[in-house]
């Protein structure tokens, strides 16, 4: 009667990874997790897309469409931006207006969560006139300025666009009403005849 066989020895040698198939250990576990906690970490500031339009370039051949973004970004504390840009698709076109309107921060100064005092500015036939609200009161502002104010900080204010409906004309009058803001201290100190003076000094400061 011939001897059963020994069983095989299945215990894996140091250093020997005991996978079926033999295939090599899946890699990038690190490198996910790093990625993860990239996407999950908090973003300094927030993008907000105003409007994109599609626009059309003649050039030998034809037309050539690309895409026109209006995006404002704001940390909800004190600064905000206004940037427009073109790309050949939609979400290139948004992160270089991004790109531009990061490049372009100014910085609102705030009183008790509204601004110190009233500003009118036209841009190209867009007329914004904002000015200060008591608390509680919210934003009360048509679509374009309510966007741009609302990732400023600024919780309560009274606003009123004229002229031009265009949307860029229209983000970048609330902007320039904005950079001619001062606080509220500088800007009662000031005589009237000095205090469009204050507020020009102000822009110039923050543009440098």
Do not use: C
Not at 40 to 49: I, R, T
């Amino acid at each position: 009667m011939a001897d059963a066989p020994a069983p095989a020895n299945t215990t894996p040698r140091p250093g020997t990874d005991n996978r079926q198939g033999g295939g090599r250990p899946q890699r990038g576990g690190r490198r996910d997790d790093r990625r993860n906690a990239a996407d999950a970490a908090p973003k300094e500031f927030e993008e907000v897309v105003i409007n994109i339009d599609r626009v059309a370039r003649v050039v030998k051949g034809g037309r050539r469409f690309r895409f026109k973004a209006l995006v404002v970004v704001g940390n909800r504390k004190d600064k905000v931006g206004v940037g427009v840009s073109k790309g050949q698709d939609v979400q290139t076109a948004i992160a270089k207006a991004t790109d531009v309107a990061k490049k372009n921060l100014i910085t609102v100064p705030i009183a008790n969560e509204t601004i110190p005092h009233d500003a009118e500015v036209k841009v190209s036939g867009a007329q914004v006139l904002i000015k200060p609200a008591a608390p509680g009161t919210g934003i009360i502002a048509g679509g374009v300025v309510r966007q741009v104010i609302g990732v400023t900080g600024v919780r309560n204010l009274l606003s009123k666009s004229l002229g031009s409906t265009n949307k860029v004309n229209i983000a970048y009058a609330t902007i320039d009403a904005l950079k001619t803001l001062v606080p509220r201290d500088q800007w009662l100190n000031a005589p009237k005849k000095t205090a469009k003076k204050a507020a020009d000094d102000a822009a110039k400061v923050e543009a440098k």
